[in-house]
């Protein structure tokens, strides 16, 4: 009988373990999947974790190009509202292209012609009374002057023209850089089909620089004007310490030309006021800076016209009977010494740069112009 008691006790303990082992094999069973979804969902969750980062560093690394560029964006000239984008750049260019496969040549008359006159508070008496006397009154619609000041009184007399383009006075590199930006940000978005820039120190020949551009098309790639050394400038590669580059520009004090075709192409690198930030990297004034972005940057070659005249060039070697041919001219002063045309007509004292004088021989008919 304790036999018995004994083997019952064991039976008993045997199925207690069986059940044990059953219920033990079950709760590992669901502990495994347990385990097993723990794993999966903490897979997922990593996975998402390191998306949400990527997506998040790719965000602050355009927030921070984003903060960069805003550090480097100019200025904007506030009178000209640049700082809007320029969202009908690639229309312009289509509209460009159409005229190109459809016509041989699109007609261009002085209307189309947009030139800018730069300018600075000190020189407004002395220097734009003897343009709005003399060649302005050619092109009273075409002509715009850029200075740094407002100035009511001459906004007046050029009927609106007069841009305060909220740049510095100084003549350093990027008070220069700054307005020639103004100048090409107000060309781009005007509808005229050639930019041509002059300084205040030039007289402008306005029909004959109207017959040379009707004898190129503004839908075609050109930079007109004269470079004032004999050989392309050579600047060291910023990017690259150990090699130059070289490049043709056109003297501003001569003047220069650019067809719309150009001005197009030449707007995502320059448009909103970025003719300055290049200038600064480069290290180089207004004029050379647009042979750097036409030229270097843009492959497109200075055509030279002899016919531009800057105050770099002797005047007096121009011959009386060849001025009705020139575009530009220009003036100087050198201590005592006046840089200036020879030519006969009113008296020096009154007409030291000799422009008076000139536009009376090329437009007799001029109401101040002495009667024969």
């Not at 069986?18 to 033990?24: A, G, K, T």
């Not at 000190?122 to 850029?146: E, G, M, S």
């Not at 100035?151 to 383009?165: Q, R, V």
């Not at 070697?317 to 020139?326: A, G, V």
Request: charged fraction near 25%.
């Amino acid at each position: 009988m304790h036999y018995l008691s004994i083997q019952i006790v064991h039976f008993i303990s045997y199925q207690n373990h069986l059940l044990m082992l059953e219920i033990d094999s079950k709760m590992r069973l669901k502990l495994g999947k347990v385990v097993q979804f723990i794993f999966l969902a903490s897979c997922l969750l990593f996975f998402m974790t390191i998306t949400y980062i990527k997506t998040d560093r790719a965000s602050a690394e355009a927030g921070e190009k984003n903060d960069f560029a805003s550090v480097w964006q100019e200025r904007v000239p506030q009178s000209l509202d640049a700082s809007k984008e320029y969202e009908n750049i690639e229309a312009e260019v289509r509209k460009v292209e159409v005229i190109k496969r459809t016509t041989t040549k699109a007609p261009f008359s002085q209307d189309d012609l947009f030139i800018s006159v730069k300018t600075t508070l000190n020189y407004h008496k002395p220097r734009l009374d003897l343009i709005l006397k003399t060649w302005y009154k050619l092109a009273r619609d075409q002509v715009w002057f850029f200075t740094d000041s407002d100035d009511p009184e001459y906004s007046e007399k050029t009927n609106g023209h007069l841009i305060n383009t909220n740049c510095s006075a100084s003549h350093n590199r990027r008070s220069l850089c700054c307005k020639m930006s103004a100048e090409f940000d107000a060309f781009l978005e005007s509808d005229r089909k050639w930019f041509c820039h002059f300084d205040d120190d030039n007289y402008v020949n306005v029909p004959k620089l109207v017959k040379l551009l009707q004898q190129r098309s503004w839908q075609d790639d050109w930079y007109l004007g004269k470079p004032s050394i004999r050989a392309p400038l050579e600047i060291l590669n910023r990017e690259n310490l150990t090699q130059k580059l070289s490049f043709w520009f056109a003297t501003g004090g001569a003047g220069f030309c650019v067809s719309r075709a150009l001005a197009l192409k030449m707007m995502p690198i320059v448009g909103g006021g970025r003719i300055t930030t290049i200038g600064e990297n480069i290290r180089l004034p207004d004029d050379v800076t647009m042979g750097y972005i036409i030229e270097h940057l843009l492959k497109v070659r200075l055509s030279v016209i002899e016919e531009f005249h800057s105050h770099l060039e002797p005047m007096k070697f121009l011959k009386p009977e060849k001025l009705s041919e020139q575009i530009s001219f220009s003036y100087s002063k050198y201590e005592n010494e006046m840089n200036a045309l020879n030519i006969e007509g009113f008296d020096r004292r009154v007409d030291p740069t000799r422009f008076l004088s000139l536009h009376c021989l090329l437009f007799p008919n001029f109401s101040f112009c002495p009667k024969k």
